[in-house]
């Protein structure tokens, strides 16, 4: 699929660029003549990187659990000049089973994963659509595709994520907007730093929450075959094409795990058909 001809010099919005994919996503675009507004939580984070490329990289503090302080920081960013492709990254997870969640780190999950990514969209989409166009991405993972146990209150915030993303790029298509979710699998970005564990209850010690919990509590990512490098690389192309997909599905694992269920709904569906066509009235 061949580029498509962009201006030269583009805008990119970036949160939660501190680290992982996000900070790798930035530097790609830097490295590529680009200009970056990053979100971080930390103001020093990115400190080496703006020595690196001075002004072409500006810095902002960004809570997401803060719905003001994205909106602000959003606004900010917009005075300054136009975005050409906002990049919603930031993200943890809850793990634990549901009924060890507080309703607080529910809504703590919410909020990040999906209310702010839905939020920083829409203040994008008008400017977006007055400049002709423009590009978001939803880093989304497999976990928008696949459910497991231990973590419901993300894969609530992935797949409320991958239903918004589908409706709006149906929405703006026609104004020159794209949408992309992107869906890597076990990456090595430092993520189990950024897990957020229940209490857990012996209820839940030996069934199948336990074994999930344990395994991450002792993961070290290095089993983790998801280069952030190469992902944040394949991005970056697909913002060139004038066509991008939907979704983007990356890593192995994402593929093989998305696939299999696929394959088990559509399945499930088949079989129901005859009882789904008996609940209309009669002819």
């Known amino acids: 699929m061949p580029p498509v001809q962009d201006k030269a010099v583009r805008h990119w919005f970036v949160t939660g660029a501190s680290g992982g994919l996000g900070r790798h996503l930035t530097e790609h675009a830097l490295r590529s003549g680009d200009r970056v507004t990053a979100t971080v939580r930390r103001p020093s984070a990115l400190d080496d990187l703006r020595r690196t490329y001075g002004d072409r990289l500006s810095v902002e503090v960004l809570d997401l659990a803060r719905p003001d302080d994205v909106e602000e920081v959003v606004g900010r960013t917009l005075r300054a000049g136009p975005v050409d492709i906002v990049v919603n990254n930031a993200g943890y997870a809850v793990v634990g089973a549901a009924e060890e969640m507080t309703a607080e780190q529910i809504r703590d999950q919410i ?8 939020m920083i969209t829409r203040a994008f989409l008008k400017p977006m659509r007055e400049q002709g166009g423009g590009r978001i991405i939803q880093i989304s993972s497999v976990g928008g595709q696949v459910g497991i146990p231990t973590h419901s209150a993300y894969h609530a915030g992935k797949w409320g994520l991958e239903g918004f993303t589908e409706s709006v790029s149906r929405e703006v298509r026609d104004f020159g907007i794209h949408l992309t979710l992107v869906e890597p699998g076990a990456t090595r970005t430092g993520f189990a730093s950024a897990l957020d564990y229940t209490t857990e209850t012996a209820a839940y010690r030996d069934n199948a929450v336990g074994p999930i919990r344990r395994h991450l509590e002792t993961a070290d990512g290095s089993a983790f075959t998801g280069d952030p490098a190469r992902i944040a690389a394949v991005v970056h192309d697909t913002t060139r094409h004038p066509d991008p997909p939907l979704r983007l599905a990356l ?25 789904a066509a008996s609940v209309a009235f009669s002819p």
């Open 251 to 275: 890593g192995s694992d994402t593929y093989d795990a998305v696939h299999a269920a696929l394959t088990e709904r559509l399945t499930a569906l088949v079989s129901q058909k005859d009882l």
């Open 111 to 118: 909020e990040v994963l999906l209310l702010a990514p839905m």
